[in-house]
């Protein structure tokens, strides 16, 4: 092992080590098995331990704004922040869909044809809170590739309209249909509905047979189809990130 006044940087060693006097190391120091500081034995089931009565084990120190500035933050990351006077814990959500009905497959057309200015809707309950990226549609069918599809979200059926996306989408058949927004968030345990309409004459689109989604109705402009789920999907970050105080 190196002196007292030496570094080291990529030693392997596949050996118990036991290391006295001042080191410096560069680079990455890995320990594959366990690491114990202060004692030459650890604990019984445990993977790192400082032993001590004299010192004090010192988490990384930092403001607010330093902390934020780090990115990929690992779940279970723990700092004491210096703005705060806290020690705090990093909790990491890698969220699932909002919520979504079966996603893929033909149309059966079992609602029929809607056509210039009608709309397809379906109501939804958001499952978790986020900020929704996109909203896609899948299985739609035009008898021409002329008609074009837009997106909006209202907080229920007819009512308050919460966005709409900047997006259109010519009707095909058995087609993902994807249209983004920004800005728009939603509350977990929350119901919505999202509409979709024909904006441009020449296009027919098959309402969805079947129900393959518990979560909300099928709507025929504004008009609910219990024999209806409309194949949507709600995409939205996958990461977030939350501080918590350990005290």
């Known amino acids: 092992m190196p002196s007292a006044s030496e570094s080291a940087r990529g030693v392997v060693s596949t050996s118990n080590q036991t290391m006295a006097g001042d080191k410096t190391f560069?680079?990455?120091?890995?320990?594959?098995?366990?690491?114990?500081?202060?004692?030459?034995?650890?604990?019984?089931?445990?993977?790192?331990?400082v032993s001590s009565t004299t010192a004090t084990f010192l988490p990384p120190r930092m403001t607010t704004v330093q902390r934020d500035a780090i990115a990929s933050v690992p779940e279970g990351s723990m700092i004491y922040n210096l703005t705060d006077k806290k020690a705090q814990v990093a909790v990491v959500t890698v969220a699932s869909d909002?919520?979504?009905?079966?996603?893929?497959?033909?149309?059966?057309?079992?609602?029929g044809l809607i056509s210039s200015g009608e709309s397809l809707g379906q109501t939804f309950i958001a499952t978790s809170s986020a900020t929704v990226t996109q909203i896609g549609f899948y299985g739609t069918y035009g008898t021409w590739a002329t008609g074009t599809i837009s997106?909006?979200?209202?907080?229920?059926?007819?009512?308050?309209?919460?966005?709409?996306?900047?997006?259109?989408?010519?009707?095909?058949?058995?087609?993902?249909?994807?249209?983004?927004?920004?800005?728009?968030?939603?509350?977990?345990?929350?119901?919505?509905?999202?509409?979709?309409?024909?904006?441009?004459?020449?296009?027919?689109l098959y309402s969805y047979g079947g129900t393959n989604y518990d979560g909300g109705d099928a709507y025929i402009n504004g008009v609910v189809d219990p024999a209806l789920d409309l194949p949507f999907k709600i995409f939205h970050p996958a990461y977030s990130l939350d501080w918590e105080n350990l005290h």
């Open 26 to 49: 560069t680079g990455t120091v890995a320990a594959s098995s366990k690491l114990i500081v202060g004692n030459s034995t650890i604990t019984d089931g445990a993977a790192l331990e």
């Open 98 to 111: 909002l919520d979504q009905s079966t996603w893929g497959g033909a149309s059966t057309g079992g609602g």
């Open 151 to 204: 997106c909006k979200v209202y907080d229920s059926v007819g009512g308050n309209l919460l966005a709409t996306s900047p997006d259109t989408s010519t009707i095909k058949e058995n087609n993902t249909h994807l249209f983004t927004f920004s800005g728009l968030s939603l509350t977990a345990g929350q119901s919505y509905y999202v509409d979709f309409e024909i904006i441009y004459s020449g296009g027919y």
